[in-house]
């Protein structure tokens, strides 16, 4: 069996993607992880702690996948059509649930700084993903627009349609 700390993290992983932040409380992630109050507060003092712990763990689970997903490309090009095709592939293992950070963007406050900083870098670096593929910075500023509004779309229509079609956009761009 995993650790008290490990427990609490793949628990609130799945509560938060599942349910979304402020839907998940503190007393649902101890009995579900089978924890004791006091283990909790000993690894995480808020649940805005366990927030950015948590984002922290997706930026990097999220950039490990997509780097396994697109190691296959030839190049750039063939890498970036494929980051599309990794938006259908998340889509599918978990159930068009869209980008963990901006579902907890859309539900936190602005004194939530910390969390905040972390779902920026998380798209910066996504940004950069696509600028480091492109030398025109105005064009991988386009391909992460239609990647996110992909993302987006994908989670509300619980479809990969737009994704399909953004995918042929950007073959036709690059």
């Known amino acids: 069996m995993n650790s008290p700390k490990e427990r609490i993290l793949e628990t609130t992983a799945h509560l938060f993607h599942q349910q979304g932040y402020n839907s998940t409380g503190i007393n649902q992630i101890i009995k579900e992880a089978k924890v004791a109050k006091a283990s909790f507060y000993q690894h995480f003092e808020s649940k805005d702690k366990l927030c950015l712990q948590y984002l922290n763990n997706r930026h990097t689970f999220?950039?490990?996948q997509l780097s396994e997903f697109t190691a296959i490309a030839k190049n750039s090009k063939e890498k970036i059509v494929l980051a599309f095709d990794f938006i259908i592939y998340m889509n599918k293992k978990e159930n068009y649930r869209g980008c963990s950070f901006l579902n907890i963007l859309s539900e936190i406050s602005k004194e939530q700084k910390d969390i905040l900083n972390i779902i920026q870098l998380h798209k910066n670096d996504l940004r950069n993903f696509f600028r480091e593929l492109i030398d025109d910075e105005l064009?991988?500023?386009h391909i992460y627009l239609l990647?996110?509004?992909?993302i987006i779309e994908s989670q509300l229509f619980k479809s990969n349609e737009?994704?399909?079609k953004?995918?042929?956009?950007?073959?036709?761009?690059i």
């Open 162 to 164: 737009i994704v399909t």
């Open 166 to 173: 953004s995918k042929t956009i950007v073959t036709n761009l």
């Open 147 to 150: 990647f996110e509004s992909s």
């Open 139 to 141: 064009l991988a500023t």
């Open 62 to 64: 999220w950039f490990n």
